[in-house]
């Protein structure tokens, strides 16, 4: 068994000194972080941000959200702030040295909404009652004023941070002072900070402008520099397709494949699946869903696109890869094709990447 290991190990050794693409991990722990580097991830490539907003810190979040007042607003934002620099200083601990992209929060907007059925109900039976329900009642109100038919096409990602001030600074200055701590202590934190589901330049401009200055005032608090890249997620096809103007304003590219597909095919990720894809692979209209391997036909070739397009604006643009895709063999091997310089998936799936991308490089 041991020459088995030590052969294997010799196999992977090979390949990685033939692979041209990074391998990174998507992480957004510092378990997962550290399981990703043993597995051989130079780097986190995709840190969701909104898994760090569920549990204990969903109310503070929705008093974010459906905040009347600048002062409620702000006292969620301030009690946010130290649970998220606990959160960045964690995962930049175990990935020293190398790359975490962090992407800036991107929730469906119904996951952090209390459930408006529930919510009606409560306030039905306080009202048969004759019981008192002035504050479910407000709460009914701006939820319903909130309530999405589509929320994956609706209130997410960058809209998100453009519509609640300060929710974006809050994390930035979060991820700042995380690595302001490190630089400190000795360590060498490298995070790139991701905007997503960005669709046109200037929503990106007015995000990137605030977070920079975020970034010299903590630098300038802490007596540090804090040089980070700031760049955005690649996943609507306007993106895409406006991918020149887009990169004058990002230090790198990182396509998000799963919403890509979502939106170039007009599949729901969230329902399609269920009500007609059995069918379709069984009639041969696709033989594998594009959900798991990049259509290149279709999405790939907005992703070429991009990627040419972000080149010619911006030579030194960094270009990869953070969909599900990322750690699939067939699409590995496009992405080479298409000059990304790194692909990113999820920890377990590191191995196979890095395979794939040594096999791909040397193919060509
Ligand atoms: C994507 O859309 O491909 C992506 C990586 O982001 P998420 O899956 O979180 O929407
Ligand atoms: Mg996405």
Request: aromatic share 6%; glycine share 8%.
């Amino acid at each position: 068994a041991d020459d088995l290991v030590r052969a294997v190990h010799r196999f992977m050794q090979y390949s990685d000194a033939a692979r041209r693409m990074n391998v990174r991990a998507n992480a957004d722990t510092p378990e997962d972080a550290a399981r990703a580097r043993r597995m051989g991830a130079q780097g986190v490539g995709l840190c969701r941000t909104e898994h760090m907003f569920l549990g204990d810190r969903r109310t503070l979040v929705e008093r974010l959200i459906l905040a009347d007042t600048d002062k409620e607003r702000e006292e969620s934002l301030a009690a946010l702030l130290p649970l998220q620099r606990e959160d960045f200083t964690g995962i930049f601990e175990a990935m020293d040295g190398l790359p975490v992209t962090v992407r800036l929060l991107d929730p469906p907007l119904h996951e952090f909404l209390p459930d408006i059925t529930e919510l009606s109900v409560r306030v039905a039976v306080a009202e048969a009652r004759g019981e008192e329900h002035e504050g479910d009642l407000r709460l009914l109100q701006a939820v319903h004023r909130l309530h999405e038919q589509n929320p994956m096409l609706g209130l997410r990602g960058v809209r998100l941070g453009l519509v609640v001030p300060g929710l974006f600074t809050m994390q930035v200055r979060a991820i700042a002072q995380a690595a302001a701590d490190r630089i400190k202590a000795g360590g060498r934190p490298r995070p790139e900070i991701m905007i997503p589901l960005v669709g046109t330049v200037q929503e990106l401009e007015i995000i990137r402008e605030e977070s920079l200055r975020v970034l010299a005032e903590v630098g300038a608090e802490h007596g540090v520099e804090l040089d980070f890249p700031i760049g955005t997620m690649i996943e609507l096809p306007r993106a895409a397709l406006t991918a020149g103007q887009i990169a004058e304003n990002a230090e790198f590219f990182s396509f998000g494949t799963n919403d890509l597909t979502q939106t170039v095919w007009g599949f729901s990720r969230d329902d399609v699946e269920a009500s007609f894809f059995s069918n379709y692979l069984e009639k041969g209209v696709f033989g594998v869903s594009p959900f798991e391997s990049l259509d290149v036909d279709g999405v790939g070739r907005l992703v070429r696109l991009a990627a040419q397009e972000g080149r010619a604006a911006r030579p030194d643009i960094k270009l990869g890869v953070c969909g599900e895709h990322g750690g699939d063999p067939a699409s590995v091997h496009f992405f080479h094709e298409v000059g990304l310089d790194y692909v990113s998936c999820s920890p377990f799936r590191v191995p196979v990447a890095r395979l794939e991308a040594g096999r791909a490089a040397a193919r060509s």
